[in-house]
């Protein structure tokens, strides 16, 4: 006889708000955790390697990479997603990207914006190699990196954080 699977309950705080993922395997990254079992489309998958920062979530205020994270390790950690950052778009950061016409294709630019939301958070006037250094884990395929540094500075006048 094979013993029964022990069910794991898994409740997180998902942008505010206590989500039950007891459907979701422990072992499945944030990611598709996130996506799949509760329907937030925001995080991109890019690499699943963690390298290019399309997946970037914030788990307890810091940039992290969803593709790489098991939702079973998250645990009472509270997770912000692009939609839990700001549901109308006002954040400084978006409105900074709009702004500025930041995005080409804009697969990257929500992990680019939580990243920059990140920074903002922990130094609230960066430089630009300072905003160079905390950017280079997000890649964009369209080179936009002029106007993302600039849209920093520029969400960083308004005093995003």
């Not at 013993?3 to 997180?12: D, G, W």
């Not at 699943?48 to 998250?74: E, F, K, Y």
């Not at 680019?112 to 890649?139: F, V």
Request: hydrophobic share 35%; aromatic share 4%; net charge negative.
């Amino acid at each position: 006889m094979i013993p029964a699977l022990e069910e794991v309950h898994v409740k997180l705080k998902i942008n505010g708000e206590l989500r039950d993922l007891s459907h979701v395997d422990p072992q499945t990254p944030l990611l598709w955790a996130l996506r799949d079992g509760a329907g937030l489309t925001g995080p991109k998958f890019g690499c699943g390697m963690g390298l290019c920062g399309a997946c970037t979530v914030h788990v307890d205020g810091q940039a992290a990479r969803s593709c790489l994270l098991p939702l079973g390790q998250v645990g009472e950690r509270e997770v912000t997603t692009i939609e839990g950052l700001s549901p109308d778009g006002s954040h400084p950061l978006q409105k900074a990207w709009v702004e500025l016409g930041v995005a080409q294709c804009g697969y990257c630019q929500v992990g680019q914006i939580m990243s920059a939301a990140s920074l903002l958070r922990e130094n609230p006037k960066p430089s630009d190699d300072e905003i160079d250094a905390a950017m280079s884990g997000n890649i964009c395929r369209c080179g936009t990196y002029g106007r993302i540094r600039a849209a920093i500075h520029l969400a960083a006048k308004e005093g995003a954080k």
